[in-house]
């Protein structure tokens, strides 16, 4: 597979007072892109180096989606690896490249990605090729061959988050991702907030306050 530099939107820390800020990578849903979720940053802490990466294929809704078009009647159902493979690889490749461009590590990185973007970030942080500090699945839910690999990395923590009137996805994905990822002793915490698919502005707000707790910020 060739190399595929994907379209990303970034902000470097508004306030430079640490000499490694911690690098937090945002992750669209389906037919969005990195526009959609990077209009959150202004909630975010000044600290924080932001990136927000688009996906690789066009959606049949407009905007672009993280899993290869299938034929799953529920699309949200993804059983077969082939849908993110490729993506997969795609976005760990451009990942590390931004972090050896910017001069980091992966420990000093998050992962929050939403609905598509969720499941996308529960793939990188459980695989074990990067290793980041916290991984923040929102809306989302873990695909199904997920859970039959051989091996789950148990080095990030997770905070899997998902609105109490979701019209798109049933909480219940998230509290079966939950339910997986601690029978796997993954260090695991749930919370729900009000609303529908969307985020909203408690949820960011209390996702910001747990990374910045997570990485030790002052």
């Not at 074990?128 to 859970?147: E, I």
């Not at 798109?168 to 991702?177: E, F, N, P, R």
Request: neutral net charge.
């Amino acid at each position: 597979m060739n190399h595929q530099d994907l379209p990303f939107l970034e902000r470097s820390p508004r306030d430079p007072s640490l000499s490694q800020p911690p690098l937090l990578v945002l992750l669209h849903g389906r037919a969005a892109e990195a526009k959609t979720i990077f209009s959150i940053e202004g909630l975010l802490d000044p600290r924080l180096h932001v990136l927000a990466i688009r996906a690789p294929y066009e959606s049949e809704l407009g905007g672009y989606e993280w899993f290869h078009p299938g034929t799953d009647e529920t699309r949200e159902e993804i059983k077969d690896a082939k849908r993110f493979n490729e993506s997969e690889a795609i976005l760990l490749e451009n990942i590390q490249s931004h972090i050896t461009r910017l001069g980091m590590e992966s420990n000093d990185l998050f992962l929050w990605g939403f609905s598509q973007g969720a499941a996308m970030c529960q793939i990188l942080g459980l695989r074990g090729k990067l290793k980041p500090m916290g991984v923040v699945p929102m809306s989302g839910f873990l695909p199904t061959p997920v859970r039959r690999w051989h091996e789950w990395s148990r080095h990030s923590k997770f905070l899997i988050a998902h609105g109490t009137n979701d019209e798109v996805l049933s909480q219940d994905s998230s509290l079966a991702a939950k339910s997986f990822l601690e029978s796997k002793g993954v260090d695991v915490e749930y919370h729900e907030y009000k609303g529908r698919h969307k985020m909203t502005l408690a949820s960011v707000a209390f996702v910001n306050d747990w990374i910045k707790k997570t990485a030790k910020l002052p």
